[in-house]
């Protein structure tokens, strides 16, 4: 599995590999605090700390930057630890603009990763923040189920309680 090398894209997005030169149209979306509120770290919207969380994405080598059907960059999303001993991989780190938000952008671009997903693995797990309220009920939305919950470092910074979803090849959509 090739974790960024592919671009995916159904009518309502477009995944494209994240690259260093995306971080100023990328961070024009990410620089509202209410993104963040429930984030495992609120404080992303601010310049520096997004520097480290976009270090941490180009360098994960499966970050992809989200644009909207009118090519308008929206958010970003990203593959990693992939595990083919497992047969799993996580899908996480995402975010969207605002004007985004219960519009099915989140799911039309989780679908699209599942489905690629599906096609070198058998499960594929989230971490979602304890306190972030929003992506848990976007996880359940999706299908995915709670399995546990699991301390989590993220790139650069301390690490923060999460809760774990899955969902595996049988998905039904």
Not at 55 to 70: M, P, R, T, Y
Not at 80 to 95: L, M, N, Q, R, V
Not at 120 to 143: C, P, T, W, Y
Request: glycine share 6%; aromatic share 14%; proline share 3%.
């Amino acid at each position: 599995m090739n974790l960024q090398s592919t671009h995916l894209s159904n009518e309502k997005v477009s995944l494209r590999p994240l690259a260093s030169i995306d971080f100023d149209s990328l961070y024009a979306v990410a620089n509202d605090p209410l993104i963040w509120e429930q984030h495992p770290n609120p404080d992303r919207y601010k310049r520096d700390v997004f520097q480290n969380y976009f270090k941490g994405a180009v360098e994960s080598g499966g970050a992809f930057i989200i644009l909207n059907q009118h090519e308008q960059v929206i958010g970003s999303t990203r593959f990693y630890d992939y595990d083919p001993a497992k047969s799993e991989i996580k899908i996480g780190y995402t975010f969207f603009a605002r004007s985004c938000w219960g519009q099915d952008f989140n799911g039309s671009s989780k679908l699209l990763m599942l489905s690629y997903a599906f096609e070198f693995v058998d499960r594929v797990l989230f971490h979602v923040g304890a306190s972030n309220i929003r992506s848990q009920k976007a996880m359940e939305k999706l299908g995915a189920i709670k399995i546990g919950e699991e301390e989590v470092a993220y790139y650069g910074e301390a690490t923060r309680l999460n809760f774990v979803y899955q969902i595996d090849s049988s998905f039904q959509r």
